[in-house]
């Protein structure tokens, strides 16, 4: 079993930069593949981006490619998530999520087995 918590969230102004990390205990980040999502009021959780627990295979979705990169710091045992130009309608609560076992890509929500906080990201215009 894996504890997920997520920091960095904030107010930023449109254009401007974050980094959310997500810190993980109980178990290396290494053997997880590990998602981030973001739900913002009134929608449906949306998957960000993807890193499979080799580090080897990442993948984003057409929502944010170019503007996030995932990360991780197996010392530190956690993932990163660099947002750049940020956008207002990136404003959300954001999680990363980790699964453990599967091969392929993942980004439906439901197929995570353990899951943070969220931490919130508020873009100004």
């Known amino acids: 079993q894996v504890q997920l918590v997520e920091s960095g969230g904030g107010l930023v102004q449109a254009g401007g930069s974050l980094r959310l990390s997500c810190a993980a205990s109980g178990r290396t980040v290494s053997t997880y593949n590990m998602g981030w999502f973001r739900q913002a009021p009134g929608k449906e959780r949306e998957f960000l981006a993807f890193?499979?627990?080799?580090?080897?295979?990442?993948s984003y979705a057409n929502s944010v490619k170019g503007r996030f990169t995932c990360s991780r710091d197996n010392a530190k045992n956690t993932v990163y998530l660099q947002m750049n130009s940020l956008k207002p309608e990136d404003t959300a609560v954001y999680y990363c999520?980790?699964?453990?076992?599967?091969?392929?890509?993942?980004?439906?929500?439901?197929?995570?087995?353990?899951w943070g906080q969220g931490t919130q990201v508020t873009v100004s215009s």
């Open positions: 890193m499979s627990g080799s580090g080897r295979t990442l």
């Open positions: 999520a980790a699964q453990l076992g599967r091969s392929s890509i993942i980004t439906s929500d439901r197929s995570y087995d353990y």
